[in-house]
Structure formats: structure tokens, C-alpha cells
């Protein structure tokens, strides 16, 4: 607690909030719009992360960010969100069930974590989407870019207004790439259309999105946001993480004081899973204190 009301004295005074020790106080004018981004200035000068990147953005998309407009070294499995996406614009637009059955080739195979998926069987679209998002299935996910195909997932993205994400690459295990349909290219992806495209999931603003915001709530995955947000103010909605030896990522939806915000935060360095959690922490404490961004 003490660490925190710390840090929450340190990005007041640097917003011009508060003074700084030793400074009488005076009166102060709310801060400025160039002032107030400089909150994640700070917490990313105190967080340790290798070229971080963060979004956060409240549901009537007033957001801040920092370098979210540049792509982490790899996007990770953080590139299931908007393949999850494609796939239920797909379903809506076809009127395809979500009890459709797909058969999961054996090319599409590698090693898995937390999944329950089985090469050589077939699955209802419902079940391939739940292990791809809740469980991270990389065969799942896999799967779903064969049924969907390289051109309708990036076209359909496109139409959505997200131009820098790209999913050209499909995802492999620790020693195991798929076989078939691999891929050309790294995905790529930014934390200001992430965080964009979670604002679209969390506002409901297509009628399939109630199914996605369902799946992100029941992420197996919870060392980052999740536990991050247990010993704070924040109550935590749902959460999609990614992992590579390069990146580590999350973008997590919170519930603060009545309002949904959606916080998207990648880094590179050694433990980083302690310090983006840390991070998530001070951006939760300031937008408790400020009562938004």
C-alpha cells in the first residue's frame, strides 16, 4: 500500500497535480491534455519493460497511449483476438452456426499448453474459438485460419478500420510448425487497435461480439491482468494474453468505478510478467484517483 500511495504522489506531482517536495503548494489548474499523457511517460520510466507499448481507452473511446501505434516484435498469440473477430463476422454473414462442426487437419498441429484439442477430429466453431481465446490453442487457431483463409481474415479486418494489424503467419510450438499453409510473414498487430478492437468487443457493437466478450471471460491464463487486478480497485471482466520469447502481452477489460476500460500493454526484458503487472496496477490506481482518463 505504502509502494502505491508512493507512485500515486510521484505521477501527481509529475502531471503537475500535486508539488514536488520541498515546494510550496499553489494553486494548480487541472492538467492539460499534453500533461495528462504523460502519465504513462512515468509509469513506463518506473516499469523496466524493453520498448513497452500501452493503450488504455474507457468505452466512449477516450484513450491514452504510449507508442501504441508501433508493433511489438512479434504479436504473439495477442493476433487471436482479431482472427477471432473475422470468424464470427463470417458466421454472421453466412448464417453458419457456432455448432458447426470443423475437422482439425494434422497438418496443423504443434504443442500446446492448456488446450484440449485433438489433431484428426472435428469440433463445433463454439469449442475451436473457446481453446483458440480461453485456452490459446495454437491449433485451434490454426485450424480457423484454414477455414477462413488468409484473404477474408486481412479484407475483413481492413473493412473494421484496423489497417496495421496482419495475420500472414499461422502459429507454431516450442519445436513444432505446422506443415501446410504456413504462412509468408511475421502477424503483426499494435496495442491501439487491439484496444480498439476490444472497445468494439465490450460495446457490444455487433451482436456476435456478446459470444467473444463471453470467451475472453474465461481465460485459464491469469498471471498477468487477472492477478494484477486481485489487490486492486479494478474488477476484471476478461483477458487475452500472449507470450514469445521476444514479447510478453496482454490486453485485459476492467471494471472501475462503474466504467469499463480496456488496458492493452506489451514489453520486452527479463521478468516481465512482474513488471507489466506492476504497470497495470498504476494505471488502475490513476484512473481511480482521477476518476477516468
Keep these: 500500500m505504502v509502494q502505491k500511495q508512493c507512485v500515486a504522489i510521484a505521477l501527481a506531482c509529475l502531471i503537475g497535480i500535486l508539488p514536488a517536495p520541498g ?12 500533461s495528462r499523457s504523460q502519465v504513462l511517460n512515468a509509469i513506463v520510466a518506473q516499469s523496466g519493460l524493453s520498448s513497452p507499448t500501452i493503450a488504455v481507452c474507457d468505452l ?5 497511449n504510449y507508442q501504441g501505434s508501433r508493433p511489438p516484435q512479434s504479436a504473439a498469440s495477442l493476433i487471436k483476438v ?15 452456426s457456432l455448432d458447426t462442426q470443423i475437422y482439425v487437419d494434422p497438418s496443423n498441429y504443434t504443442e500446446e499448453n492448456f488446450s484440449r484439442i485433438k489433431v484428426g477430429r472435428s469440433y463445433t466453431v463454439k469449442y475451436l474459438l473457446t481453446q483458440a481465446i480461453a485456452y490459446s490453442s495454437n491449433i485451434a487457431t490454426n485450424q480457423i485460419i484454414d477455414y477462413l483463409g488468409w484473404d477474408y481474415i486481412n479484407k475483413t479486418l481492413g473493412e473494421l478500420g484496423y489497417t496495421q494489424t496482419r495475420v500472414s503467419h499461422k502459429l507454431k510450438g516450442y519445436r513444432t ?13 499494435t496495442s491501439n487497435e487491439l484496444t480498439a478492437m476490444m472497445v468494439e468487443i465490450y460495446n457490444r457493437k455487433h451482436p456476435e461480439y456478446e459470444v ?3 470467451v475472453l471471460s474465461y481465460q485459464v491464463e491469469k498471471v498477468l491482468g487477472f492477478r494484477a487486478l486481485k489487490s486492486s480497485p479494478g474488477r476484471w471482466l476478461g483477458e487475452k494474453t500472449g507470450e514469445t520469447s521476444q514479447v510478453r502481452g496482454t490486453t485485459v477489460a476492467v471494471e472501475i ?3 469499463v476500460y480496456i488496458i492493452t500493454m506489451t514489453g ?12 497495470l496496477s498504476q ?11
Excluded: F
Design 23 to 34: 515546494v510550496a503548494a499553489v494553486d494548480i489548474p487541472a492538467p492539460a491534455e499534453e
Design 60 to 64: 466512449e473511446r477516450k484513450c491514452l
Design 82 to 96: 482479431p482472427i477471432a473477430i473475422a470468424l464470427l463476422r463470417k458466421l454472421t454473414a453466412d448464417n453458419i
Design 177 to 189: 510448425n505446422p506443415s501446410k499453409n504456413v504462412g509468408w510473414e511475421p502477424n503483426r498487430i
Design 212 to 214: 467473444l466478450a463471453e
Design 257 to 259: 468505478q462503474g466504467k
Design 268 to 279: 520486452n526484458g527479463r521478468k516481465r510478467e512482474r513488471k507489466i503487472r506492476r504497470s
Design 283 to 293: 494505471i488502475v490506481d490513476y484512473i481511480v484517483s482521477h476518476e477516468g482518463i
